[in-house]
């Protein structure tokens, strides 16, 4: 239980410029002032992150006009992403051997950099797609190094708090994208704008970073601490540990069936909360007819009520030192909030305000299931070798991001008429409301004599016939139907030729889409229900009376072993 690690690769001594840009490790545990500012800077970062990944979600129908893409391509964009992140999180589980900090710290000069200059000035969807990956890249790897930091500076007693803070990464990043696209996407109508206001903000959040973000030395980081009274033991173990037993061997160690399959279990339960992510906004426009800033004022709800969930449940679960309860609960709630939810499809004239009960209930519970599952979860890897806790969540990263690819990538096949409204529901929208007495008198023309019309408009006989089918079809006078039949004549040729040729796709997909979604809210439902007999496998109590039970007896023990060191002389 007290194994640790040494650094492969040694930090530069002595302090100025190389202690600055590199060396971040703390020989000793820090008090509270300087944990809770490395726990801070950790939570600040990854919100950051989340928001720098997640900006093309606010402005994704603008971004696939400029490109030319379709509705399937940037889906699996989004994909790829997702897979190429998965592999970078095994690649963070390193972190364990070289540390976590400097991770997250040039993580997030690279994607700043990126999001300000590199996705905006894309010349080309192929050039923005592989940007997009980068960042996707370094994403999946400060996925597992931002919480391996929060767990270093958490004991378990405080753990739910610190990983409902931490978990307000992805949830406060998306609340951030929400509110400051739905303030800006209006007086800064190009897409672009989001990702330089994005860039500037992760530039800001580097330079934090890399002046204040520290993390623990092996020795320390590799123990299992209960409470911060643990802290003198920790100290004094640190002095005689094994530096590279607990390394030994570290994947064989991890995959077990607790790890393996609690980190299944979260992801399958997240696959509403990715679909939030990247298609909430197409959902809510094309399917609802709100308008980009509504549809992201709908985020702001769901990613504020989340993020309040997360923060009070943490808490009640470290005051309860239990998770498992929390996370039936909240399991149990998502199931029910997501089947009301997806009802909605049924009915195209739901209000904002329906959805904003809807959706803000779905997100409390979601939290609630959240936080104690991430404290739970990292205390599952402790026990297995607190030494390899990067290893572990590299485990759940790669996981979450194989599973979130593989559904994003199904996403097309089951909303498959996305691509016509997306593609082109707006255009054949604004011409349909632009030429609405022009194409109601073309209605009532029979198809022969439009065909007719069409290949010669000079055409005596075709004209008299279609001032007659109007006449009929609207009652009216000879003289009125051959007035509207000039305005016809009016509308451009290229507006009609292309209703002609999108119209009545547009309408199929229109009608088939509510139900296909409805389908992948299904899906989703699945994801959950399997969520629930999974918690099973997890480290930690049902009852908060034997888990108090649990803390004495440590305690107990800590106090023996703090007076047998004092009696050895250590």
């Known amino acids: 239980m007290a194994a640790g690690v040494t650094d492969i690769a040694p930090q530069p001594a002595g302090g100025g410029l190389p202690r600055l840009l590199w060396r971040r490790q703390l020989e000793h545990y820090p008090g509270t002032a300087r944990r809770m500012t490395c726990l801070a800077i950790a939570v600040l970062a990854t919100i950051v992150l989340y928001y720098e990944l997640y900006v093309p979600g606010a402005v994704s129908p603008a971004i696939m006009a400029h490109f030319g893409m379709s509705?399937?391509?940037?889906?699996?964009?989004t994909?790829?992403?997702?897979?190429?992140?998965?592999?970078?999180?095994?690649?963070?589980?390193?972190?364990?051997?070289?540390g976590r900090a400097n991770l997250v710290v040039y993580g997030l000069a690279v994607t700043a950099l990126l999001v300000l200059f590199g996705l905006p000035n894309a010349p080309n969807g192929a050039v923005f797609a592989v940007l997009f990956v980068v960042v996707a890249f370094v994403e999946g790897i400060i996925l597992v190094a931002t919480p391996a930091l929060v767990r270093d500076f958490s004991p378990q007693l405080g753990r739910a708090s610190?990983?409902?803070?931490?978990?307000?990464?992805?949830?406060?990043?998306?609340?951030?994208?929400?509110?400051?696209?739905?303030?800006?996407?209006?007086s800064r109508p190009a897409w672009q704008s989001q990702f330089v206001i994005c860039g500037i903000v992760g530039l800001v959040m580097f330079?934090?970073?890399?002046?204040?973000?520290?993390?623990?030395?092996p020795r320390l980081?590799?123990?299992?601490?209960?409470?911060?009274?643990?802290?003198?033991?920790?100290?004094?173990?640190?002095?005689?540990?094994?530096?590279?037993?607990?390394?030994?061997?570290?994947?064989?160690?991890?995959?077990?069936?607790d790890i393996i399959g609690s980190a299944f279990a979260i992801a399958v339960f997240l696959i509403i909360y990715y679909t939030a992510v990247g298609f909430f906004t197409i959902y809510f426009t094309t399917i609802f007819g709100f308008s980009l800033a509504d549809a992201n004022g709908?985020?702001?709800?769901?990613?504020?009520?989340?993020?309040?969930?997360?923060?009070?449940?943490g808490i009640a679960s470290d005051a309860l030192r239990v998770r498992k309860p929390f996370m039936v609960v909240g399991g149990i709630g998502a199931i029910v909030m997501t089947i009301v939810f997806a009802s909605r499809t049924s009915y195209p004239h739901t209000g904002y305000y329906t959805f904003v009960w809807i959706i803000s209930l779905l997100a409390v519970f979601m939290g609630i299931a959240y936080a104690p599952w991430m404290a739970s979860f990292t205390e599952t890897v402790e026990r297995r070798n607190p030494a390899l806790t990067a290893t572990g969540l590299a485990v759940w990263g790669w996981i979450v991001r194989i599973v979130v690819a593989l559904s994003v990538a199904v996403l097309p096949f089951v909303v498959n008429s996305?691509?016509?409204l997306v593609e082109h529901g707006t255009q054949v929208a604004e011409l349909s409301a632009k030429y609405a007495p022009q194409l109601?008198?073309?209605?009532?023309?029979?198809?022969?004599?439009?065909?007719?019309?069409?290949?010669?408009?000079?055409?005596?006989?075709?004209g008299v016939r279609a001032v007659g089918e109007i006449a009929t079809a609207e009652k009216i006078t000879p003289a009125e139907a051959t007035a509207r039949l000039r305005a016809v004549a009016t509308v451009p040729p290229a507006d009609l030729a292309y209703l002609k040729e999108n119209g009545q796709t547009v309408v199929d997909a229109a009608a088939a889409t509510p139900g296909q979604w409805r389908t992948w809210w299904w899906v989703c439902i699945g994801g959950e229900l399997v969520f629930l007999p999974l918690i099973l496998v997890m480290a930690g109590r049902w009852s908060p009376r034997r888990a108090k039970e649990d803390v004495d007896r440590h305690e107990a023990e800590v106090q023996r072993e703090l007076a047998a060191l004092r009696e050895g002389g250590v």
């Not at 509705?71 to 964009?77: A, E, G, K, L, P």
């Not at 790829?80 to 070289?98: K, M, P, Q």
């Not at 009532?444 to 075709?462: E, F, I, K, M």
């Open 71 to 77: 509705f399937s391509t940037y889906v699996y964009i």
């Open 79 to 98: 994909a790829v992403g997702n897979l190429i992140g998965a592999f970078a999180s095994l690649v963070a589980g390193l972190a364990d051997r070289w």
């Open 162 to 186: 610190a990983m409902g803070f931490w978990t307000l990464g992805p949830v406060v990043g998306s609340l951030v994208l929400a509110e400051v696209s739905s303030h800006t996407v209006n």
């Open 207 to 217: 330079v934090v970073a890399l002046f204040g973000l520290k993390e623990l030395s």
């Open 221 to 257: 980081r590799d123990q299992l601490m209960v409470s911060m009274r643990d802290r003198a033991l920790v100290e004094a173990r640190a002095r005689g540990i094994d530096a590279e037993e607990g390394l030994k061997h570290p994947w064989r160690q991890m995959l077990h069936v």
């Open 298 to 313: 709908l985020g702001n709800w769901f990613w504020s009520f989340d993020a309040l969930a997360l923060i009070l449940v």
């Open 418 to 420: 996305m691509s016509p």
């Open 440 to 462: 109601q008198t073309l209605a009532a023309v029979d198809p022969a004599t439009q065909a007719a019309l069409s290949a010669n408009p000079a055409d005596p006989v075709a």
